[in-house]
């Protein structure tokens, strides 16, 4: 995996609208706290309209912008400022090439996620991050956002997480890899299928969603049991689950998981459950494509990149 080179002062950050209509502040709020870090943000023409139905722009702008941001020499980092429903509609237009021979640093999350796996097929290693919303309300001091402009400095970052009852103890290494469940779910059996595992692969997954029925997140969790990819894991992180309604077979979408694990004998490497990661204010950055070490021990959860 192709490591982007690190950000300085000064470089350009290009702010792109790859799916769903976001609110303008935002997108100057982000522009304007990235410049007053030092950077020359700059907002592509299609990332505030205008808007076709729900999408930020029509398809043909936002792969405009996505190609633009790609082939520019000059920008040395991409944002997306909002994830919701449409990043998919990019895949064909984008060739993998175009990411491999032009490897930079790609950060969102939700369903940029299907970005991710665009990048990560092209061997570019991108980061799962807060976008648009989190850094303008948030600004410059969160911890958040400060780790994410750490990791484009050229940082390894080191997470860490409390206990839980959940969690499985262990130390697991291998290739980070995940991000919204039902966005990659949806990339099964096609290029992009970044939940398949492949025997001899190492891989740290992780995973979140938000307003998913405990069933339908078990439903695709059942895929990776019945494909054996589950299994082949040397380290599994459940991150938040959010706005969904407990249910009567389970309760919680973390005891549901923690009760398929064990229902189909899955074991042999550390799982960490409400890790900080997904559609909250306590997501981490997370390095897709980097090696990383996985520890769980009764004090809670260290990952380190390796």
């Not at 290009?14 to 007053?36: D, F, H, N, Q």
């Not at 309300?137 to 206990?163: C, F, H, Q, W």
Request: with cysteine; proline share 6%; aromatic share 6%.
């Amino acid at each position: 995996m192709i490591r982007p080179e690190r950000l300085r002062k000064g470089d350009r950050i290009a702010i792109i609208s790859p799916a769903t209509v976001v609110k303008e502040e935002y997108v100057r709020g982000a522009e304007k706290m990235l410049r007053e870090c030092g950077y020359e943000a700059e907002i592509f023409p299609a990332a505030l309209g205008p808007a076709s139905g729900t999408y930020a722009a029509k398809l043909e702008a936002r792969v405009s912008d996505l190609r633009q941001a790609l082939t520019d020499p000059g920008i040395k980092g991409i944002l997306c400022a909002r994830g919701g429903y449409g990043c998919v509609h990019l895949l064909p237009e984008i060739p993998v090439e175009l990411v491999s021979k032009n490897p930079k640093w790609m950060m969102g999350f939700s369903d940029v996620s299907a970005l991710h796996a665009l990048w990560e097929k092209g061997g570019v290693m991108s980061i799962h991050s807060p976008m648009a919303k989190h850094l303008t309300i948030e600004g410059a001091t969160d911890d958040y956002t400060r780790m994410l402009l750490s990791i484009l400095e050229g940082e390894k970052p080191e997470y860490e997480s409390a206990p839980h009852p959940f969690n499985r103890e262990g130390v697991g290494e291998g290739m980070l890899r995940g991000g919204n469940l039902a966005v990659l779910n949806g990339l099964a059996d096609t290029p992009y299928d970044i939940l398949k595992v492949m025997d001899g692969e190492e891989v740290i997954l992780f995973i979140e969603d938000i307003s998913e029925a405990v069933y339908a997140v078990e439903r695709m969790l059942m895929r990776l049991v019945l494909s054996g990819s589950l299994r082949k894991l040397k380290g599994l992180i459940v991150g938040r689950f959010t706005d969904y309604k407990e249910d009567r077979n389970h309760g919680t979408m973390e005891r549901m998981i923690d009760n398929l694990l064990h229902r189909h004998g899955i074991e042999g490497f550390p799982v960490a459950f409400d890790f900080p990661v997904g559609h909250v204010k306590e997501n981490y950055p997370l390095v897709e494509g980097s090696r990383v070490r996985l520890e769980i021990d009764p004090e809670g959860v260290v990952l380190r990149e390796v």
